[in-house]
T-cell receptor, first 110, second 113 residues
Framework: TQLLEQSPQFLSIQEGENLTVYCNSS?????LQWYRQEPGEGPVLLVT?????EVKKLKRLTFQFGDARKDSSLHITAAQPGDTGLYLC??????????FGKGNQVVVIP | DVKVTQSSRYLVKRTGEKVFLECVQD?????MFWYRQDPGLGLRLIYF???????EKGDIPEGYSVSREKKERFSLILESASTNQTSMYLC????????????FGPGTRLTVL
């Protein structure tokens, strides 16, 4: 079973601050996705990274895939209350399934 | 945009009842998935299907069955609901040519009393 560990589990910051959350594994993934989930809703796909070392930006969100394709980070610049949510990472290992981490719960206080 | 819809957002059932959860996707995706999500346990795969009438067990299939008679529709069945099946149920779909990107429905919050 491929395991993805996300840290920190919970993070609370003030509006305007920066934050970084992490997704780590001992397994190599062919691709990795980040999702954001709001309470009572399904996860929404934010980005897919495929190449080791790849960096993708989505407005104030920066996603990086590790060189060895085992880990990833998500950095949010100048966080806004609308960034509040559960951030899930998921890795694809070639068995038609995704392995999901348990998530980083981010709360941005106005 | 991919759209995945689930038949109910909230459902309350009694122990022993048979429960049907329906999921429909409109992107002609080959693969469909059922997960449950519980606090502290994350998303756990119940069943998935890679083609019509095909199904494979996920990590926690006990107490559940599935049906895929049409490509766009994937049903999850609880044969005899129990209180430990109270959970958030999420359906997802994925095309064969995508980077394993799964697109989720809004979820069904099931409570079994």
């Amino acid at each position: 079973t491929q395991l993805l560990e996300q840290s920190p589990q919970f993070l609370s910051i003030q509006e305007g601050e920066n934050l970084t959350v992490y997704c780590n594994s001992s397994s190599v993934f062919s691709s990795l996705q980040w999702y954001r989930q709001e309470p009572g809703e399904g996860p929404v796909l934010l980005v897919t990274v495929v190449t080791g070392g790849e960096v993708k930006k989505l407005k104030r969100l920066t996603f990086q895939f590790g060189d060895a394709r085992k880990d990833s980070s998500l950095h949010i610049t100048a966080a806004q209350p609308g960034d509040t949510g559960l951030y899930l990472c998921a890795g694809a290992g070639g068995n038609n399934r995704l392995a999901f981490g348990k998530g980083n719960q981010v709360v941005v206080i106005p | 945009d991919v759209k995945v819809t689930q038949s109910s957002r909230y459902l309350v059932k009694r122990t022993g009842e048979k429960v049907f959860l329906e999921c429909v996707q409109d992107m002609d995706h080959e693969n469909m998935f059922w997960y449950r999500q519980d606090p502290g346990l994350g998303l756990r795969l119940i069943y998935f299907s890679y083609d019509v009438k095909m199904k494979e067990k996920g990590d926690i299939p006990e107490g559940y069955s599935v049906s895929r008679e049409k490509k766009e529709r994937f049903s999850l069945i609880l044969e005899s609901a129990s209180t430990n099946q109270t959970s958030m149920y999420l359906c997802a779909s994925r095309g064969d040519r995508d980077y394993n990107e799964q697109f989720f429905g809004p979820g069904t919050r099931l409570t079994v009393l």
